[in-house]
């Protein structure tokens, strides 16, 4: 079954005859009412991808199919009637950035229903008083202010509002939660998961904070450099991580950190790795501590058990390596003949290590 949002093989770059890629093959899939958590460090092109998806950067290949429709081929009036018509919204990721200081907030939110041109003003006018009251702000006493005479969390709220008056089947979240305190965090997200209930909405939240996802996401799609690494339902994938990368960001997150799993000392390399990860193989190769020869050939992603995919070469065989000093004696012996191609050690020295 097809999800409402599908992207397949999506790759973008940037720079002068796209010298610099910054995402390569992604897949991703939303079905109507979900929640998809899509997390990785800064600069692995979480935003990008969302951008992408809606319509504001453009693909260099790839497909990005929005309820049958394909809409990574749409441009000029095409493009701008898609994006016009609200069913796929983007709350940016910056709300001081993304409001004009000179809009009130009712104007603010009025904005993208007044674009689209469907509806007269008294339709608008109850249009963003039912956004401002979803989101949990009073239109009457906050209606008539800038944003700047408001607080982080409530601009953040206005953001939402804004991004959900057009009434979207799909609501792509950027960091929605990162400059927030914990209540203000907490009551975007129970917004977020109140959207998804009670109206149906699909959500995306992009996020570098796991925490966030662990609580309201259904599945999660693990970005490193471009690639989805890793993905699937997110109790899974936080409880037994497929991907050394994935393992390496829920180590370093103690509130979602299963107990008694590793800790990120022990899924980092002891020792410098070989040569031929700056230039080639997978894309993880060169943090990676179980590193060997064949990593040289990038690894595809592919199923790894009932809604889940992994691009390693070594699911599961790498968990043996953390969970004992030395590891199975075959898979220390295929490591140190990888690092004595490159003149090192092996890189399991610290795997006994809790953290
Ligand atoms: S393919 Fe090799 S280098 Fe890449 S994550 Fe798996 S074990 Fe590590």
Partial sequence: MSGLLEISGLAVA????GARPVLDGVELSVGEGEIVGVIGETGSGKTTLARTAVGLVPARSGR???DG???SGLRGRALRAFRRSGRLSYAFQDPLRALDPELTVRRAVAEPLAVAGDLDGAEIAARVDEALET???DAARLGDRLPGAISGGQRQRVLLARAIVTRPRLLIADEPVSALDASNRNR???LLDRLRTERGMAVVVISHDLSSLAGIADRVAVLYRGRVVEQGPVREVFGRPLHPYTALLIA??????????PGAAALRPSAEPPAWTAREGCVFAHRCPFVIGSCRTAPASGPVGEGRTAACHRVPEWHGLVATAQGPPELVAAAGETHKEAGRPPALSRTSEKG
């Fill in 135 to 137: 989101v949990g702000l």
């Fill in 64 to 66: 990005v199919v929005f």
């Fill in 14 to 17: 940037f720079g002068r005859r």
């Fill in 188 to 190: 975007v997200l129970r």
């Fill in 69 to 71: 429709r394909e809409i």
């Fill in 252 to 261: 370093s997150a103690p509130s979602v950190r299963a107990e008694g799993g």
